[in-house]
């Protein structure tokens, strides 16, 4: 309780209310959700550190400075009040210091409101206008990308692969939403042959806003999975807002990956890639190592014999479609299978790397149920000595968080790993109940401290081990 | 939960690799293993004990803040009554802090903890300990003796003379002369009792001799001169258990015969002459590329040697091999690897922490084994006074 209290009155407290605002990307409703089930402002800032962003020193320093006004006239009351000038000085003086944590959690974002309200979306509106025109003249071909995961690979794979013959622009990293669409059509030079944007959705109508925005003209979609369900709800209304990029494009050039979650939603006019086929080619003979994943490709009497770097069987529909895509755009059979072979794994997506003679496939940024299917599968394909699974879970399920949980126990149990290592928190629970279910029977070990257990992994591991480590738990989740 | 005592530090040439071993690849893996509560004992260069979780912190010997620490605190006293506890003056109002310990780890190199000394004590204090016993440290830790031991188990040597610091001051020419006769040059002149490639000269001539047999007297008071294996491929081979030892893998460093590991080499560079990578042993070839007979044959030697010098916990055996004749011989053993040779048990398929809980296992099993045996039996020798 000691320490909970002074934690509000230690010199980082400001430093502490800026990084959680950071963290939870200047959203005010996460933030102050965050400040309420917050008892020790100690260990908030714990995995990670406030980026030093111009955003953030700023807030920084007026959050400080507001603070040190507002007890120097603390001070100042109790001043007067010793010497009697102020009736009652003294007590509204300490009253003035004692709650200066609590008014300043709130006071930090008032500017922020402000500042959103009256500067940046009036910006960002008229930055959004300005690239509408510029992708509606743009001659480019237009590819926009949208999925509940899967996304960025997407678009690296097609950045890559069409690179080998075309001018090809995309999206830079994650940057998915309107204002980052904005920049990027800001830096085109009219000279690209095609442009790939990717959607990042979050809440209803974003896709459909991004279309009229982005103007494409060929739609990928590359799943649909349980994610962003505090702000959707049910899989249903995801699916309805992700597919409405088809309904932009009155159907036409859409290309879906087909599983059981996009089932429902694919017309037919839409062009399908999945497991075994891509647009009409069919995936064969597909072997996977922990250097990457090799298939054969074929349709009638042709067949094209494919490598990538990439690691997994779930790659190779991917892998297919941005094959047959890119001889549809004009790239020749030579300039298919280069472009394919560098394809790499992205960094923590699941990236292999050798600690201690084990290998690790860092799938760390992965965010969904698919991304878990395709980890635990791997796990179970991949020859090891000994295998180990690692995850915290996945955040912003909402409402289907426990059933989530519990297939994703399921999903591990049943890749049969030596070791399972969950990382403590709220779904910890209904992941080990899923193993359970499933009968898992060797090894768990649940975790308080993450990040000292990622710190000595390399004491924990050896040659022969396999360990597949998925998904973050970021400070801002419980 | 036991208490685990690392002992680490101590009088020695190799204090700073001692320090890096424990701190490195013993204590957080201990910690890891959430079965002990593991303390941190530092024996200083002049001999003191100290006992603080503080030393359990790299930055506290990297940036020089140890000699801070040993000036402010209080060396803590070891009792034997009934095991071994530790005694700590807290330096309120003459309260003491008293800590059993239930085994000892010990991360010493060279003198005083490695040699047996440390090992000695241990065995008086009544507790199990990890790694080699008394006897075994003691010869391992003599180059002469563990040679002379391995010989005599028909584990081929290469030749090699003994002599004193005594009889070099006395009669340096004599001894030379003996030398250049009963052995060919190139030869290694060594300090019978180092580890750490520390006072170890490659020499070609009476002169290198001489400068050799210098620089291996000052630091110790045997040494031992040994013919160079020709076509030399030089392999070390980390080996753990008691009675049925188990190999890690043969690792061979990569350098040239005539750039034999010194020191820096083999610490500070990370295993390269100039720069390198940090890290001990970090220029190697692991598992050694013998071809499998050859391999096969070199194991067996290591496994060998091992169970000849009565090598228990752990034990690192330095094998040297003539390429053209496939002949294998033992080098020399050492009872205490640095970093416990961590990288190539890894490697071989043992973490860091099943390591050190194997180690701890063994550890437990020898004591229990000494246990059973009779030490006393009662006579009427003393009736007769």
């Known amino acids: 309780m000691f320490k909970q209290v002074t934690s509000l009155y230690l010199p980082g407290y400001a430093r502490t209310l800026v990084y959680m605002l950071q963290s939870t990307e200047y959203q005010v409703e996460p933030y102050i959700k965050w400040i309420h089930r917050t008892k020790n402002f100690r260990a908030v800032s714990y995995r990670r550190e406030l980026a030093k962003t111009k955003a953030a020193q700023g807030l920084l320093y007026a959050l400080r400075l507001g603070i040190l006004i507002e007890i120097l006239a603390g001070v100042a009351l109790i001043i007067l009040g010793i010497n009697k000038t102020i009736a009652g000085g003294i007590f509204f003086g300490a009253v003035v210091i004692v709650i200066y944590p609590f008014v300043w959690a709130y006071l930090l974002v008032v500017p922020l409101i402000l ?44 950045l890559c692969v069409l690179s080998e013959k075309l001018n090809v622009a995309a999206t830079p990293a994650n940057k998915n939403v309107s204002v980052s669409h904005a920049k990027f059509a800001k830096g085109l030079n009219r000279d690209e042959d095609l442009l790939i944007i990717e959607y990042g959705e979050g809440e209803p109508g974003d896709v459909k806003r991004y279309s ?20 959707y709800k049910t899989l249903k209304a995801a699916g309805e807002d992700i597919f409405s990029l088809a309904d932009y494009l009155n159907n036409k050039n859409v290309y879906v990956y087909e599983d059981s979650s996009t089932k429902d939603f694919i017309k037919k006019p839409y062009h399908v890639f999945n497991q075994s086929g891509a647009l009409g080619s069919k995936i064969s003979d597909i072997k996977v190592g922990i250097d990457g994943t090799s298939f054969t490709l074929s349709k009638a009497k042709k067949s094209l014999k494919l490598k990538s770097g990439l690691i997994g069987r779930h790659q190779v529909a991917y892998l297919a479609f941005v094959a047959v895509l890119a001889l549809d755009l004009g790239l020749s059979e030579e300039q298919v299978i280069s472009g394919i072979a560098k394809t790499k794994p992205f960094e923590h997506r699941m990236q292999p790397y050798e600690l201690n003679g084990a290998w690790i496939l860092d799938d760390t940024y992965n965010g969904n149920l698919e991304g878990i299917k395709a980890g635990t599968r791997l796990l179970a394909e991949l020859k090891a000595k000994r295998k180990v699974y690692i995850t915290p879970g996945l955040v912003e399920q909402g409402e289907e968080t426990e059933k989530v949980h519990l297939e994703i126990g399921n999903l591990i149990a049943k890749s049969e790993p030596d070791l399972v290592v969950l990382m403590k928190n709220s779904v910890t629970q209904y992941i080990e109940k899923g193993l359970k279910d499933e009968g898992y029977k060797n090894e768990l070990q649940i975790i308080d401290d993450p990040l000292d257990f990622y710190v000595n992994l390399k004491h924990i591991v050896a040659g022969g081990d396999l360990v597949v480590m998925q998904n973050d738990w970021p400070d801002n989740y419980v | 939960m036991e208490t685990v005592a690392v002992i680490f ?38 001999g003191s004990w100290y006992w603080d979780e503080k030393l359990k912190d790299i930055s506290l010997f990297s940036s020089g803040q140890i000699q801070d620490f040993i000036r402010r605190s209080n060396p803590v006293s070891v009792q034997f009554d009934g095991g071994m506890k530790l005694v700590k003056s807290s330096g309120m109002a003459g309260r003491k802090q008293v800590k059993k310990i239930d085994i000892a780890f010990p991360s010493m190199h060279g003198t005083y903890g490695e040699d047996g000394a440390l090992m000695g004590l241990l065995d008086m204090a009544g507790i199990p300990y990890v790694g080699c016993g008394l006897r075994a440290a003691a010869i391992t830790m003599d180059k002469v003796l563990a040679k002379e031991v391995a010989s005599a188990n028909n584990i081929p040597v290469s030749k090699f003379i003994s002599l004193t610091k005594r009889e070099l001051e006395q009669n340096g020419s004599e001894q030379l002369k003996h030398i250049e006769k009963t052995l060919k040059y190139p030869l290694f002149v060594k300090p019978a009792h180092l580890g750490s490639s520390i006072g170890i000269s490659r020499v070609k001539n009476d002169t290198e001799l001489r400068n050799g047999l210098e620089v291996a007297a000052h630091y110790d008071d045997k040494i031992i001169v040994e013919e160079a294996v020709n076509n030399l491929i030089e392999v070390t081979l980390p080996v753990m258990g008691n009675d049925e030892p188990i190999p890690a893998l043969l690792e061979k460093p990569l350098t040239n015969p005539e750039d034999f590991f010194d020191f820096d080499t083999k610490y500070i560079n990370g295993g390269k002459k100039g720069k390198g990578a940090k890290g001990a042993q970090g220029y190697s070839q692991l598992p050694a590329d013998l071809g499998k007979d050859l391999y096969k044959k070199a194991e067996q030697v290591g496994l060998d040697a091992y169970k000849a010098l009565d090598c228990s916990g752990t034990c690192r055996i330095d094998l040297l091999i003539d390429s053209k004749t496939n002949e294998v011989y033992f080098n020399e053993a050492n009872p205490l690897p640095g970093s416990l040779y961590a990288h190539n048990w890894n490697k071989a398929g043992v973490s860091s922490v099943e390591l050190v809980q194997k180690l701890i296992d063994f550890a437990k099993d020898k004591f229990d084994e000494n246990k059973a045996l009779t030490t006393s039996f009662n006579t009427n020798y003393l009736k007769q006074f």
């Open chain 1, 115 to 158: 500042g959103r309200y009256l500067v940046s979306k009036p910006q960002a509106q008229r930055d959004i206008t300005t690239a509408s025109q510029i992708f509606k003249d743009h001659p480019a071909t237009k590819i926009a990308i949208a999925g509940s995961y899967g996304k960025t690979t997407m678009k690296e794979l097609l």
């Open chain 1, 212 to 231: 009229e925005l982005t103007h494409p003209n060929r739609g990928v979609i590359t799943g649909l999975a349980p994610a962003h369900l505090d702000k």
């Open chain 2, 9 to 46: 530090g101590g009088r020695s040439t190799e204090h700073d690799v001692s320090v890096v071993t424990a701190l490195a690849s013993i204590i957080k893996p201990l910690e890891l293993t959430k079965k002990y509560h593991v303390e941190a004992i530092y024996i200083a260069k002049d």
